[in-house]
Every structure is written in C-alpha cells, then in structure tokens.
C-alpha cells in the first residue's frame, strides 16, 4: 500500500527519536519514497548522517540553507509530501504547530502542507497529561490532524503510563491502512445506534438529552467506508446521515427498542452509541397539560433496557456499548461490560473538556471483556470511529 508513496518523516527532540531511523527503514522497505526533516533539537539525539544513510536523502535541518534540489525547502518538501508523519512529536513541536507558529523548517512545512499529517506523540507521562498539551492536542485534532498513539508503558524516564512512542512497525501499519482505505468491513452488517430519544409528555413537550448523535454517526460513516452494510437507528438529530448507510429513523426507546431487535438477528456487529432515555412518562396526555397553580409531578416508568437484552441475546455477534459518566468512569464502565454482556464498552467522562455528547472530539477509555483497557486521548469522533472498529475486526477475525 506504501509502494511509492511520498512521505516526509519530521523528527523531534525526544528520547523516541532512535526510533525514527527504524520507521525511515520500515517505510523504505514498503516501497515508500522518504525524505526527512529534523529539528535542531532533533540532532541531539541521533545525527543527521544516520538518517541520511537509511532514508538515502539529505536530512533537511535547515531553512536557510538550500540544498540545489529544492529552491525553497518547506514548499518544496510541504509540496511533494502525500504524507508526513512527525515521530517522536514532541510537546514542544504540539504546541508550536497549535499555536500557528512555525519557526523551524518542520513546522513550517507542516504549516505549509496539504498533504495528511500524522503526528505520533511521544513524551513523559506528566507531560502528555498535562491540560496545556491535552489542549493542544485537542485543537489539532480538531483542525484534521491525526494522532497515532502514544501508547502506555514503562518509559525511559522511568516513570508508567501513557506517553510512550508506538512501534515503528505500529506507525507503518498505521500508515499502511490510511493509504488503503482499508476494507476490512466487507460482507458484515452493522447495526450502529445514535442521538438521544425523545419520550412525549403531552403533544407538544417531551424529555430528551443532549446527544448529538455524531459520535454514532461517525461510526456509521467509517463502518460503511471500510466496506459494512450499515444501519444507523438514529434518534433525531440535526445532522446528516453518511452516504451509503441505511438510515431507520426513530423518536422513543420503544421505537428504537423494536427496531434494533427486528435487525439484531442478522447483524455482525452491533455498536450502541444511543442515549436513550431510562424512563418515559407513564401518562401520554393527548391534550396539552394546562397550567395550574403549585407543583407538578410526572410519574416516569422503566423504558426496555435494549442493550441488556441484547447481551443476553446475541449469538456471535460483537456488542459495543458507550458509558458516559460523570464519576467513576472506569469502574462504572466494567460493571456495565460485565452485566450487559458487551464485548467493548468505550467510557466517556462528559465532564472532561473535549470529551462527550455535543462536540466533534471525544476521548475515555475503550475496554474488553477481558479487562483489557486502552486510553483514548483527545481526538476527533472520526478517527474514534475507526480506533473502535480496528477492536471490532480483530474480535471478528478471531470468531471467523
Ligand atoms: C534527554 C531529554 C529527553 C527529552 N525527551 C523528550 C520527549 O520524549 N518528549 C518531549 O516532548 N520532549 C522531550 N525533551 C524536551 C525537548 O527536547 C524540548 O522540549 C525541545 O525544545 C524540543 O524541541 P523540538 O520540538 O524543536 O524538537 C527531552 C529533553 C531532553 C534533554
């Protein structure tokens, strides 16, 4: 998939940057076309000459000097990338190229590109947590930038937890499926759920929530891009629906209750990004309630709990719920895994910025009925979308 494709691989001045040499190698190996840009700090830890052999190019390091090849490097370079893939990113470089500064050769020509940049940040655990970085991660994912990693792990510093740079041969796969447009969701159907549901007090008033329904509409959208037959039972919303899904609109939990249970046999995967309301008044009333004097009290009786029956229910099928809590995320987001019988849940803290119901980025924790748990950091609902799925098509594979 990388057979002569043009990437520039931008290195910063992080412990990691060792490992960049391996990625030039990697990538060469594929049959991807490199150059490399590194940063003064960059040259501190691993020279120029190492990454000149193993990429077969002059590193460029400098944009006041110009190598005859290219007149001027950052639009020359920022030009003829299809790709650039900045590892190890520092925190540094982050907050520069958030802040629209480009003060060195790489972050000018990332300023400068229209080609996909990657950036695969690498950094101590305090760091990577810290609310400025988180911001700035936030603000380019935002913007279309795409973060692969870091992982979590011991890291040089000696210190546990995220902020380790992924593999080389993580990154190279990584790049490998942008470039492919994977198709790994052929012949499977999905049943993705989304938006809130609305429950109708009388014929004008009804209680509802806050989703937007564009987390599960990413997830359709991406689904049906890698090949998936989808339905998206969707709450209303004020968005559009992704070309090439089957859109089967509902208003109540009941409504949407019969609807995931009529195409539950015949789905693959069914991912249940839906808020839908616990309760529903137990009186309609088909006039509109009066107004009168003193306190007004509605009696609220259970809704069908869709996602337990379906876990009691399925038969091969992988069950993915979406928890958005506001305390105790984590233990709250197991205890569901386990009594829903899902395979995936991903916990959303709504009350973290960038996190939740309304906005285009989202970040939590995706974990597996093995107690497995990933960290998700700030990133774009899109590239959510796919993290969940790359889980999904690997419990697929293992049941086929
Ligand atoms: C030994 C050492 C290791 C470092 N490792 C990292 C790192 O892994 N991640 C990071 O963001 N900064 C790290 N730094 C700090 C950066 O080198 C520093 O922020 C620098 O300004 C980055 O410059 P650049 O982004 O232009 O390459 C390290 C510094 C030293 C001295």
Redesign the pocket.
Known sequence: MLQDKRIVVG??????AYKSADLVSRLRKKGAQVRVIM????Q??ITPLTLRSISGYKVATDMFSCPQEWEIQHISLAQWAEYMVIA???????G?VASGIAD?L??TTVMATKSTVVIV????TN?YNNPIVQRNIQSLARDGYLFFGPASGSL??GDEGA?R?EEPSAIVEYMESLAAGKKDFENRTVLVTAGPTREALDPVRFLTNASSGKMGYSIAGAAAKRGARVILVSGPTNIEPPPSVELVPVVTAREMYEKVMHYFPNCDVVIKTAAVSDYRPAVYSGEKIKKTEGRFTIEMVRNPDILAELGGKKKGQVLVGFAAESTNVIDYARDKLRKKNLDLIVANDITREGAGFAGDTNQGYLLDAKGGIQQLPAMTKARMADIILDRVALLLGKDS
């Open positions: 290195i910063c001045g992080g412990i990691a940063t003064a700090n960059a501190e830890f190890p990113a520092t925190a540094n470089f982050i520069k060195d790489l972050t940040p690498a950094m101590n760091m040089a510093c902020g740079m």
